[in-house]
């Protein structure tokens, strides 16, 4: 991967590309597990987990919360003579962050990567620019597109919605803001496009046509795809859940609920979900959970890789650092046959008062150790087979005779029923969870 900050200015400087050096070592600015070029069964580590960079928090947050101004002072936005300036600068930091981190992917919206105009003709223009400037850093680096998306949710037009807004006018802005976002991630290469409906929802139900709003949500879903294979798009579509904050209620709230709209409306074929594991806590899951769920419902596409803090009722987005959390999650994402077009995205962001440049460095070294470490942990889990055995165990009544003409549609219910065993003992099989919990404890330190 070259490394296309030479010949440019240097905004870290003092740092240089990360490597491995192994669990020993002491250097905060190295990976301790993440060897992208390790073998972990069938696939190299990069192979298999598939970071990007978020545009967004990376390179757009400045460490303002609603009780204080900014404390991170970007380089590149306070050198700029003009507002197209700055963005062309934080584009140079950016590719330079992903070659020096050693990443292949990277994530955006469209007012990351460019400001808004003051018509949608002119917010294309800017978008257009920043685009062929991307991608001349994508091509001088190998960095890709992991996915793009439109910010339908900072602007107060969208106060009360995009899609799902009532008012026509601002849907047909959605419209264009969504079309230029999409025009841009073919332009890039993306290998995906996400939908996050930050508002669209409700704050009441007494001023709100919930029917109307969903009807209206997969109207634009439909067109956008649509829109989307027309121009070329051979990429998937993501929608990603989020029960709340700042709606009340997001129609998009969680896995299960997203599984249900797709299907209802016909959308199923075309989109699958986005997973942030600070959504799924919010949502009163487990990361595992919405995993699993979107693995059993065919949907698993994609994950925004945080972590939220249980004391918090709200999305902090920090970065993983929870072995044990990323060996579960790692091993439903195996199980489900790995990422295709998706990936590992750091939707994180470093704290208020992490104001060094090496904090960014860190705070990626350590979540990617975090999954890193989480992966070599599942695959041991996979390859040694003692939980798939104790599992399929605990279902073998289905696997012959009755039970498995139960599980074939073979039987009718007064036929079942007739099957009712007596005795006290039925059901009372133990579930062992407390030595599975402990089995995955050995795992995750490593014992075999």
């Given at each position: 991967?070259?490394e296309y900050?030479v010949?440019?200015?240097?905004?870290?400087?003092?740092?240089?590309?990360?490597?491995?050096?192994?669990?020993?070592?002491?250097?905060?600015?190295?990976f301790?597990?993440?060897n992208?070029?390790?073998?972990?069964?069938?696939?190299t580590?990069?192979?298999?987990?598939?970071?990007?960079?978020?545009?967004?928090h990376?390179?757009?947050?400045?460490?303002?919360?609603?009780?204080?101004?900014?404390?991170?002072?970007?380089?590149?936005?306070?050198?700029?003579?003009?507002?197209?300036?700055?963005?062309?600068?934080?584009?140079?930091?950016?590719?330079?962050?992903?070659?020096?981190l050693?990443?292949?992917?990277?994530?955006?919206?469209?007012?990351?990567?460019?400001?808004?105009?003051?018509?949608?003709i002119?917010?294309?223009?800017?978008?257009?620019?920043?685009?062929?400037?991307?991608?001349?850093?994508?091509?001088?680096?190998?960095v890709?597109?992991?996915?793009g998306?439109?910010?339908?949710?900072?602007?107060?037009?969208?106060?009360?919605?995009?899609?799902?807004?009532?008012?026509f006018?601002?849907?047909?802005?959605?419209?264009?803001?969504?079309?230029?976002?999409?025009?841009?991630?073919?332009?890039?290469?993306?290998?995906?496009?996400?939908?996050?409906?930050?508002?669209?929802?409700?704050?009441s139900l007494?001023?709100t046509?919930?029917?109307?709003?969903?009807?209206?949500l997969?109207?634009?879903?439909?067109?956008a795809?649509?829109?989307?294979?027309?121009?070329?798009?051979?990429?998937?579509?993501?929608?990603?859940?989020?029960?709340?904050?700042?709606?009340?209620?997001?129609?998009?709230?969680?896995?299960?609920?997203?599984?249900?709209?797709?299907?209802?409306?016909?959308?199923?074929?075309?989109?699958?979900?986005?997973?942030?594991?600070?959504?799924?806590e919010?949502a009163?899951?487990?990361?595992?959970?919405?995993?699993?769920?979107?693995?059993?419902?065919?949907?698993?596409?994609?994950?925004?890789?945080?972590?939220?803090?249980?004391?918090?009722?709200?999305?902090?987005d920090?970065?993983?650092i929870?072995?044990?959390?990323?060996?579960?999650?790692?091993?439903?994402?195996?199980r489900?046959?790995?990422f295709?077009?998706?990936?590992?995205?750091?939707?994180?962001?470093?704290?208020?008062?992490?104001?060094?440049?090496?904090?960014?460095?860190?705070?990626?070294?350590?979540?990617?150790?975090?999954?890193?470490?989480?992966?070599?942990?599942?695959?041991?889990?996979?390859e040694?087979?003692?939980?798939?055995?104790?599992?399929?165990?605990r279902?073998?009544?289905?696997?012959?005779?009755?039970?498995?003409?139960?599980e074939?549609?073979?039987?009718?219910?007064?036929?079942?029923?007739?099957l009712?065993?007596?005795g006290p003992?039925v059901?009372?099989t133990?579930?062992?969870?407390?030595?599975?919990?402990?089995?995955?404890?050995?795992?995750?330190?490593?014992?075999?």
């Amino acid at each position: 991967m070259a490394e296309y900050f030479v010949g440019h200015k240097e905004y870290f400087p003092g740092i240089g590309k990360i490597r491995c050096e192994g669990p020993k070592s002491d250097n905060p600015l190295a990976f301790k597990f993440y060897n992208p070029d390790r073998k972990v069964g069938q696939k190299t580590m990069r192979e298999h987990l598939r970071f990007a960079v978020a545009y967004w928090h990376s390179f757009g947050a400045d460490g303002t919360d609603p009780f204080g101004a900014a404390t991170h002072i970007h380089p590149w936005t306070s050198d700029a003579r003009n507002p197209m300036e700055a963005y062309e600068h934080k584009l140079d930091a950016a590719f330079e962050f992903f070659t020096k981190l050693g990443v292949d992917f990277y994530c955006f919206h469209d007012r990351d990567l460019a400001p808004e105009g003051q018509t949608p003709i002119e917010s294309e223009r800017n978008l257009a620019h920043m685009v062929s400037l991307a991608h001349e850093r994508q091509k001088a680096t190998g960095v890709r597109l992991l996915w793009g998306t439109a910010n339908l949710f900072s602007h107060p037009r969208y106060m009360n919605g995009a899609a799902t807004n009532p008012e026509f006018g601002v849907v047909a802005h959605a419209a264009a803001q969504v079309k230029a976002a999409i025009d841009a991630t073919i332009e890039l290469g993306g290998q995906g496009y996400v939908f996050w409906g930050g508002r669209e929802g409700y704050m009441s139900l007494l001023n709100t046509n919930l029917k109307r709003e969903k009807d209206h949500l997969a109207r634009f879903l439909t067109m956008a795809r649509d829109y989307g294979r027309a121009h070329g798009f051979k990429g998937t579509f993501y929608i990603e859940p989020k029960p709340m904050e700042p709606m009340k209620h997001q129609y998009d709230f969680d896995v299960e609920t997203v599984a249900g709209f797709l299907r209802a409306y016909g959308l199923d074929k075309d989109f699958r979900v986005n997973i942030e594991a600070n959504h799924a806590e919010l949502a009163g899951h487990d990361f595992q959970h919405e995993l699993e769920t979107a693995a059993a419902l065919g949907i698993f596409g994609s994950v925004d890789a945080n972590r939220g803090d249980p004391r918090n009722g709200w999305d902090t987005d920090q970065f993983p650092i929870n072995v044990y959390d990323t060996t579960l999650a790692m091993l439903a994402i195996l199980r489900a046959g790995g990422f295709t077009t998706g990936g590992l995205n750091f939707d994180a962001k470093i704290r208020r008062n992490s104001v060094d440049p090496a904090d960014l460095f860190e705070a990626h070294i350590g979540g990617m150790d975090a999954f890193a470490a989480g992966l070599l942990a599942a695959q041991r889990i996979i390859e040694d087979g003692k939980f798939d055995a104790f599992v399929s165990q605990r279902y073998s009544s289905f696997d012959t005779g009755d039970g498995k003409r139960f599980e074939d549609g073979r039987m009718k219910f007064e036929e079942l029923a007739a099957l009712a065993p007596a005795g006290p003992d039925v059901g009372r099989t133990s579930g062992k969870q407390e030595r599975l919990e402990n089995l995955i404890m050995q795992y995750v330190l490593g014992v075999e």
